[in-house]
């Protein structure tokens, strides 16, 4: 009877988006797969991971599926959060420390290997297009533009404090305290002041 599943019907149970053992699982064979692929109903996202054409999945679900453990972070979450109109060229996508990824050329993806508190802090369940993600917060977006200042530009953090402390609602105790547990503490609470 495994052979009678309909291999749409598996991809639209699992997001559009399955790996070889959900396939697998669900009664779609290694041939059924390679006959899928070499008729363009599935594209290979990279080794393991399939989606389904025709089933729209936004990019940023898509990298979800590609990193598993990643979180959305710095330029990626600033965008989702309204806190900057700057639009990445690529995905920012915070890991765990020793996580192993293999990434494909394509979407772009800029990974980031963190800490464990730096890592842990202030994730979130954001729904995109129907889908969930995990994504950093607003206040931990902030902190993580303060600490990785160089490298974000003084225009875009002042961008992204200046937005951040003029929203509504907006928890600025929250954010002094995952800056404290970031050990920036100091140069948050000193920007935040000289801004409000």
Known sequence: MKNSIEPE???????????VSELLEDGITYYQLQELLDSGQVIKLKRGLYRWTDVPVSEMVEVSYIVKRGVFCLFSAAAYHDLSTFVPAEYHVAVPKKY???LPEYPPIKLYYWEEAAYETGIIE???EGEMVEIYDAEKTVCDMVRYQKKV??????????TYLQRKPRNIHKL???ASALNIGEEVNKLVTLLV
């Open 176 to 178: 002094l305290e995952y």
């Open 153 to 162: 530009g003084m225009d875009i953090l002042k961008e992204v404090l200046n």
């Open 100 to 102: 192993k990824v293999v």
């Open 126 to 128: 954001a729904e995109v």
């Open 9 to 19: 019907t598996v991809f639209e149970k699992h997001g559009g988006v399955a790996n």
